[in-house]
Nanobody, 115 residues
Framework: QVQLVESGGGLVQPGGSLRLSCAASGSTFSAYYMAWYRQALGKQRELVASIPRIGITTYVDSVKGRFTISRDNAKNTMYLQMNMLKPEDTAVYYC?????????WGQGTQVTVSS
């Protein structure tokens, strides 16, 4: 079992920044595929950004140039730096990990962008 603990959500004004963190348990963190998803009220959950064990990061078009996904394998933690936030970024953000073929989800953290 992989346990995921997210933090860093909150209320921010348009144009502001937040950094989400996802701390994962497990001794093979560096081997995990990891990603951030989000789900806005009344909408389907969507993939925001992904960071594989090896390879390039990917982003949904709507956040390219504003969000940056990263991971610190020594700290078993993944991050999502979110800049130039917009009201349409408002959603619950979920940490996702895949260990082999087995998926795990965090509990979600609310991000609200509003003036």
């Amino acid at each position: 079992q992989v346990q995921l603990v997210e933090s860093g959500g909150g209320l921010v004004q348009p144009g502001g920044s937040l950094r989400l963190s996802c701390a994962a348990s497990g001794s093979t963190f560096s081997a995990y595929y990891m990603a951030w998803y989000r789900q806005a009220l009344g909408k389907q959950r969507e993939l925001v950004a992904s960071i594989p064990r090896i390879g390039i990061t990917t982003y949904v078009d709507s956040v390219k140039g504003r969000f940056t996904i990263s991971r610190d394998n020594a700290k078993n933690t993944m991050y999502l730096q979110m800049n130039m936030l917009k009201p349409e970024d408002t959603a619950v953000y979920y940490c996702y990990v895949r260990r082999g073929a087995e998926p795990f989800w965090g509990q979600g953290t609310q991000v609200t962008v509003s003036s």
